[in-house]
């Protein structure tokens, strides 16, 4: 079972509730939300999405993104050319295919909604 997904009140230590054990973590669960931090997974308390560098939040979740409906780490708002950067860097180079994947073409000077790797 995935950390926050699970559905043992007792894992991970300190935890009290259950996730749904669907094999989706789903970030708007304020209970998977709450596993993930207790098992390390995302920073901070409570159900407040923690930030990055660029301003954007940054998460775990189930969405459907250019057809595929699974598990990613998705950040939102992040600057068109460190998504392009970083997905030729770390992966293919083209936003709808392969591991790294965005919701909008790499245009410079604009942001990018959401910049998601697949888990």
Same mark, same amino acid.
Not at 22 to 42: P, V, Y
Not at 90 to 119: C, H, M, P, S
């Given at each position: 079972?995935?950390? /926050? ?9 300190? *935890?009290? @509730?259950?996730? &749904? @054990? &669907?094999? $989706?973590?789903?970030?708007?669960? /304020? ?7 207790? !098992? /390390?997974?995302?920073?901070? +308390?409570?159900?407040?999405?923690? +930030?990055?560098? $660029? ?11 250019? /057809?595929? &409906? ?6 939102? &708002? ?8 970083? *997905? ?15 919701? !909008?073409?790499?245009?410079?000077? +604009? +942001?990018?909604?959401? $910049?998601?790797?697949?888990?």
């Amino acid at each position: 079972m995935l950390p /926050g997904d699970e559905n043992d009140a007792n894992s991970p230590t300190g *935890d009290t @509730n259950n996730g &749904n @054990n &669907n094999g $989706f973590l789903n970030e708007t669960d /304020g209970w998977e939300m709450q596993d993930m931090r207790l !098992a /390390g997974i995302l920073p901070g +308390t409570g159900i407040t999405l923690p +930030t990055h560098a $660029f301003g954007g939040t940054l998460r775990i979740d189930q969405q459907n993104i250019n /057809g595929q &409906n699974i598990n990613w780490i998705i950040a939102t &708002n992040v600057p068109a050319e460190v998504c392009q950067e970083i *997905d030729s860097k770390y992966d293919d180079g083209v936003r709808t295919t392969g591991e790294i994947q965005a919701t !909008a073409n790499y245009v410079a000077d +604009t +942001t990018i909604a959401v $910049f998601a790797w697949k888990l």
